[in-house]
Nanobody, 124 residues
Framework: QVQLVESGGGSVQAGGSLRLSCGVFRYAYSGFSMGWFRQSPGKEREGVAA???????SYADSVKGRFTISKDNIKNTLYLQMNSLKPEDTAMYYC??????????????????WGQGTQVTVSS
């Protein structure tokens, strides 16, 4: 069973930065497509950023130019660098892994493995 463990969430003021990390355990990391998703109370889970198996990346329009997804295949770790944070970025953030995704990789239903989530709170 693949395990994903997120860390790095916290509380920041608007304009600040955070870096989320997601460790991948119990399987070779390089074969996966991976993504970051977020969910706020009362809202559906939405794709934030994805990096698919060929290395290409995709971002939700709301985070383009502010967030950067990257991965370290040696450390088996996925990252999400979040800059210029806004109050509307407040959510629980999850990393996820999939064997195969179609298109941008920003669709939650395509992912099989999920972490437990890490909370990000941005105050104005």
């Amino acid at each position: 069973q693949v395990q994903l463990v997120e860390s790095g969430g916290g509380s920041v003021q608007a304009g600040g930065s955070l870096r989320l990390s997601c460790g991948v355990f119990r399987y070779a990391y390089s074969g996966f497509s991976m993504g970051w998703f977020r969910q706020s109370p009362g809202k559906e889970r939405e794709g934030v950023a994805a990096i698919v198996s060929d290395g290409s990346t995709s971002y939700a329009d709301s985070v383009k130019g502010r967030f950067t997804i990257s991965k370290d295949n040696i450390k088996n770790t996925l990252y999400l660098q979040m800059n210029s944070l806004k109050p509307e970025d407040t959510a629980m953030y999850y990393c996820a892994a999939a064997w195969v995704v179609r298109g941008t990789g920003l669709t939650p239903d395509e992912y099989m493995y999920w972490g437990q989530g890490t909370q990000v709170t941005v105050s104005s």
